[in-house]
């Protein structure tokens, strides 16, 4: 992957990833938020701040949530940024990681 279609998926990624997040924010308790090219999303209760973030020297997207970093790489054949360890696309990883805060199945 070169640098021009990393930059490129990765903008698509965490775009696509913040407008599901806002839609799932009205129904439960978080807050999200892109800034410079990062995506934050945060709790009151319990307290926690997850971060997405493109990672372009290593051409990967990193979260970090629940005290751990995910490092998410680039799946040609399933076109989306995909965990090689649980095999969780960027969606579903931010899914299982924001229902396991708010204790509540949250769905993106």
Do not use: C, Y
């Not at 775009?15 to 839609?23: A, G, W």
């Not at 990967?60 to 360890?85: C, M, N, T, Y």
């Amino acid at each position: 992957m070169t640098e021009q279609e990393f930059q490129i998926e990765s903008v698509a990624a965490l775009e696509s990833l913040s407008k599901k997040l806002n839609t799932a924010s009205d129904e439960h308790d978080f807050e999200s938020d892109m800034n410079s090219g990062a995506l934050s999303v945060e709790f009151e209760g319990p307290k926690a701040k997850f971060v997405v973030s493109p990672n372009s020297p290593v051409r990967q997207v990193w979260v970090s949530a629940h005290s751990r970093s995910f490092k998410l790489g680039w799946d040609p054949i399933r076109e989306a940024f995909v965990h090689p360890e649980s095999g969780l696309t960027l969606d579903g990883l931010m899914a299982d990681a924001i229902s396991k805060q708010i204790g509540k199945p949250v769905e993106l």
